[in-house]
């Protein structure tokens, strides 16, 4: 098999170039050349350095004339002249050529061979290599031999700073994406992640383009094919709720919405680990095994038992894995049009209801919002529960306007029949603090109660604040939980917080006021504080 590839045009002039090495290459380099480890279940150990999360504050974007009337220019887009781009670019390719050894993954974003692009993965580390090739689909030997031309390239020189000094570039840490070009330029940070969540940032621009929905979510499917799809930000459960015994994994964060169906653009799991269990998520604990990458967790020198508690390092603690480590997938990773379409949102006030059924305009108005909470202790400064919202779940990695991708939301939910579930994996009884966690046995309850269609033959309870539609009884959870003012011993302390969150939608809201008819504002919160 012809594996050889020339970097030439890209002015790349290094002697041994690895393309598509096999896992138990990646290893070894990993381990002599990266002193990366191999934990006491397989998986390959190792560090992203100084950088253990993704530095969104130095994300830019080329500003042509050929795609800029399309993108959401702001704080999540920030624009970045031609010059400086190519001035990052020449940096990457001039500390590539520094190395002795380069490896290359060529692989796919999308599993559907209509909509799939190209991308290719030039970059020195060999963990960055193992974690792509996890996580775009893996071309067949044929299809490697007739890869051809990339459509996007992604250079990673993260080990090397970028320079301050050029315009639009403001810390050592840049990751520049030039639409026009189809590169991405990494400077200044080794965190896998960026790779990956720039391929989604590609995706979220190119499939609008085609008048189809891109969407930061999970997907499974039923014995009966039906689909459902899991949005939510991190910490709300969308890996954990999506992968389940019963229902096949589609994929475990980005997808796309095509007239065919439902569609993996990645060809891997990257989950979070902090606290991992076998009791609580055996999928994901079974998967961490040979071939995976265990991204700045503790381990013990002696045993290599990794402590998935120790948050020392980070939070952030990940796994990437081929999506064959699941044992219940759906391969192709491509579905029917989804039946069910769950909002999760961790409330750390305590007051949204477990589970709501939602009108779609209450979907578009909570799809718009993308609700959830930070709790005291996980950030500095944060001493109560903190409002976070993430238009889309993923306002980080959306290129145009968000109104556009709910606009394909609502034509793809009415034109396929979609049914819209605000679902709450946060707090119940109190804030935090003060009440307690949802328990994941009821969370699980509740999708089975969607899933079964119970839920959406249950009589409904109108709240008097959001002024969503509460199923009264669900089976496997007590009555009560399933009303938040039920269980609250101070029920004037709930009015009081569950009227400051409403306030708080509201006001999030109003920045989307001038693009949202007026019958999905109206679909928010009916009572709230100024």
């Known amino acids: 098999m012809r594996r050889e590839v020339d970097l030439t045009p890209y002015g790349i002039s290094v002697g041994r170039v690895h393309r598509n090495p096999s896992p138990a290459q990646l290893y070894e380099d990993a ?12 998986a390959l150990m190792n560090s992203s350095g100084k950088k253990t999360g993704r530095s969104p504050k130095d994300k830019r974007i080329v500003d042509d004339p050929a795609s800029n009337e399309n993108i959401w220019w702001g704080p999540v887009n920030v624009k970045m002249p031609l010059p400086s781009f190519m001035h990052n670019r020449r940096r990457a390719i001039d500390y590539l050529n520094t190395r002795d050894l380069l490896y290359v993954i060529d692989a796919f974003a999308g599993w559907d061979k209509e909509n799939r692009i190209k991308v290719r993965i030039v970059c020195a580390r060999a963990y960055h290599a193992l974690f792509m090739s996890n996580m ?28 301050p000094a050029s315009p639009s570039v403001t810390s050592e840490t840049s990751v520049a994406l030039s639409f026009e070009r189809g590169e991405f330029i990494i400077l200044g940070t080794q965190y896998a992640g960026e790779m990956k969540k720039g391929v989604f940032t590609i995706m979220n621009y190119l499939m609008p383009l085609r008048n189809q929905l891109s969407m930061h979510c999970s997907a499974n499917e039923g014995e009966k094919g ?14 954990t709720l999506s992968t389940e015994p019963n229902r096949r994994l589609i994929g475990d964060d980005e997808h796309y919405w095509t007239p065919k169906g439902i569609v993996n653009i990645e060809g891997g799991c990257y989950a979070k680990c902090i606290n991992l269990s076998a009791a609580s998520e055996p999928e994901i604990y079974d998967a961490i095994r040979f071939g995976t990458v265990l991204e700045n967790a ?21 796994a990437s894995y081929p999506i064959e480590y699941i044992r219940n997938i759906k391969k192709p990773c491509v579905g029917n049009h989804p039946k069910n379409i769950i909002l999760l949102t961790c409330d750390a006030f305590g007051v949204l209801p477990p589970v709501s059924s939602l009108t779609p305009e209450q979907a578009m108005y909570h799809f718009i919002s993308g609700y959830t909470a930070k709790v005291a202790g996980t950030e500095v400064g944060v001493t109560e529960p903190e409002a976070t919202f993430s238009a889309c779940f993923g306002a980080a990695f959306l290129v145009w306007h968000p109104a556009k991708y709910a606009q394909l939301l609502a034509e793809n939910m009415k034109k396929y029949g979609s049914k819209a579930w605000l679902v709450n994996t946060g707090w119940c009884g109190g804030s935090y603090g003060v009440g307690k966690r949802l328990s994941i046995k009821h969370t699980r309850a509740i999708i089975d109660g969607i899933h079964s269609g119970e839920l959406a033959e ?68 009916v009572r709230f504080a100024e």
């Open 136 to 163: 775009l689909v893996r071309p067949t030997p044929e299809e490697l031999l007739n890869f051809g031309k990339p459509d996007y390239v992604i250079f990673n020189a993260g080990q090397f700073p970028a320079d």
């Open 458 to 525: 249950t009589p409904c309870q109108q709240d008097p604040i959001f002024g969503l539609n509460v199923p009264v009884h669900c089976t496997g959870v007590p009555d009560d939980v399933l009303q938040p003012s039920n269980i609250w011993a101070d029920k004037a302390e709930y009015e009081k917080t569950a009227l400051k969150l409403a306030g708080l939608f509201r006001k999030n809201f109003a920045k989307f006021a001038d693009v949202a008819p007026d019958s999905i504002r109206d679909a928010g919160p």
């Open 31 to 42: 381990i002599i050349r990266e002193k990366a480890a191999i934990t006491s279940s397989g």
């Open 298 to 318: 503790v381990y013990d020198d002696r045993s290599r038992l990794v402590d998935f508690y120790d948050a020392s390092l980070t939070e952030n603690t990940r």
């Open 226 to 239: 039906d689909v459902s799809l899991f949005f939510g930000l991190s910490g709300t459960g969308k890996t």
